[in-house]
Each structure stands twice: as C-alpha cells, then as structure tokens.
C-alpha cells in the first residue's frame, strides 16, 4: 500500500524557513519521479518542485531561488526547504509520487499535506 506522508508545516513569519518533509512507503521510492505541490485556499494546485530519481530538479518560477528540493533514497524520504518565506506562500502542501521515472507523465499518489502559515 503506497503511503505518503508530510511533516514540517506550521506557522512562521515572513522572511523565515520551513523545512518539510515526505516519507514514502509501500513502493520504489528511488525509482519514482516525486514532486511537491501546494494549493492555496480558492486557488488551483500548483507545481513546485519536481525531482528525478537522479536527484535532478525542475522548479516552477514562484519558488525558483527560494525553495529547494532534495530527496534521500535511502531513506525514501524528499524533502523540501523553503527560505525567505512570504505570507503568499501560505498553503496546503502535498507532496506526490509518480508511477514512473519519468517526471512527464503525472503524479498517481498523493499525501494528505501539510499545512503552512506565513505571516506578515
């Protein structure tokens, strides 16, 4: 049975750090494209980070700079390290696992997220 499951979220100030984290369970973890996503309340989920299962890592523009994604396959856990915190990065985030390798294909299993609250 795949699991997924995020830890890290909270509360902080703006211009502060979080860092999350994703265990993974019931699959190959170290041959899975993973990935995190976030949704804000009233909004559409969003791609964050996708990472390979090379450790190679593709960033939408919102986090590029900011947020840095990396995963231990030993652990079958990724992470995710978020800096220089703004009040518009409050959301849910999820992180997901692909069926494949391949980060082109989508993402088939989900956590149920954790929250995190930037405040101005």
């Known amino acids: 049975q795949v699991q997924l499951v995020e830890s890290g979220g909270g509360a902080v100030q703006a211009g502060g750090s979080v860092r999350l984290s994703c265990e993974a369970s019931?699959?190959?973890?170290?041959?899975?494209?993973m990935a995190w996503f976030r949704q804000a309340p009233g909004k559409e989920r969003e791609a964050l980070a996708k990472i390979a299962p090379s450790g190679d890592t593709t960033y939408d523009e919102s986090v590029k700079g900011r947020f840095t994604a990396s995963r231990d396959n030993a652990k079958s856990t990724m992470y995710l390290e978020m800096n220089s915190l703004k009040p518009e990065d409050t959301a849910m985030y999820y992180c997901?696992?692909?069926?494949?390798?391949?980060?082109?294909?989508?993402?088939?299993?989900w956590g149920r997220g954790t929250q995190v609250t930037v405040s101005s």
């Open positions: 019931g699959f190959a973890f170290s041959s899975r494209c």
């Open positions: 997901a696992a692909a069926q494949f390798p391949t980060c082109r294909i989508g993402f088939s299993y």
